[in-house]
């Protein structure tokens, strides 16, 4: 895809099946492969050497806490798919430390920065997390790689309807949405602050709707 292979071991094929069969559409599941494939991407000019399975079961599984499965859940919902990953790979004789790297990987896909400074297994999945959410890193990626990945996995209305899946998956949870607390510092205190704007990022990226 673009010079990246989807994985094809056995366990990665587990866990195609097993997403699929808790994701109802293909907003999710789009979603997760492009991650997969635009954080690939991003490792290569960064010379990250990462374990394909494992990116790809992080990036699968990133935002399984969205969908109905969880919509009883009182935990953020990074937690819901990082504890349903890491289930998945130590039943299937992940050793316990690698299964760890996706569970980080997961559960800090929304915290930023932080994930760059941590193993490639992790900061890729922010990597293309930010890509096809944010647009961060849009234009430093080939358009020819882009094309070919958004032609194999479509994004069509994907702002709206991304926006409306977290806004699906977190209203019951409200309590778990308390952010970056630095923020409030320089809000309080620094004249002119504006907190940046997760929604308003996403609608202003350079991806088309």
């Not at 808790?22 to 690939?40: E, K, Q």
């Not at 919902?77 to 760890?100: I, K, M, N, Q, S």
Request: glycine share 8%; net charge negative.
């Amino acid at each position: 895809m673009g010079g990246i292979p989807l994985p094809d071991s056995k366990l990665a094929r587990e866990a195609t099946e097993l997403i699929r069969d808790d994701v109802t559409d293909d907003l999710i599941c789009h979603h997760s492969r492009r991650v997969y494939l635009f954080g690939a991407h991003h490792g290569r000019p960064h010379d990250l050497a990462f374990d394909p399975e494992l990116l790809y079961v992080g990036a699968l599984f990133h935002d399984l806490g969205l969908t109905g499965k969880f919509r009883t859940s009182q935990q953020p919902f990074e937690l819901d798919g990082a504890d349903e990953a890491r289930a998945f790979l130590t039943t299937r004789g992940v050793p316990t430390d690698r299964a760890r790297l996706v569970r980080e990987g997961i559960a800090l896909h929304t915290t930023p920065a932080m994930p760059h400074h941590m193993a490639p297994e992790v900061a890729l999945v922010t990597a293309g997390v930010e890509l096809d959410v944010l647009g961060i890193g849009y234009d430093t990626l080939p358009p020819e790689a882009r094309e070919v990945v958004v032609a194999a996995y479509p994004r069509p209305d994907f702002k709206r309807r991304i926006l409306h899946a977290f806004h699906a998956g977190l209203a019951h949870r409200p309590r778990t949405i308390f952010g970056n607390v630095k923020a409030d510092v320089l809000d309080r205190f620094e004249e002119g602050y504006t907190r940046p704007n997760f929604v308003r990022i996403i609608e202003d990226s350079s991806w088309p709707p």
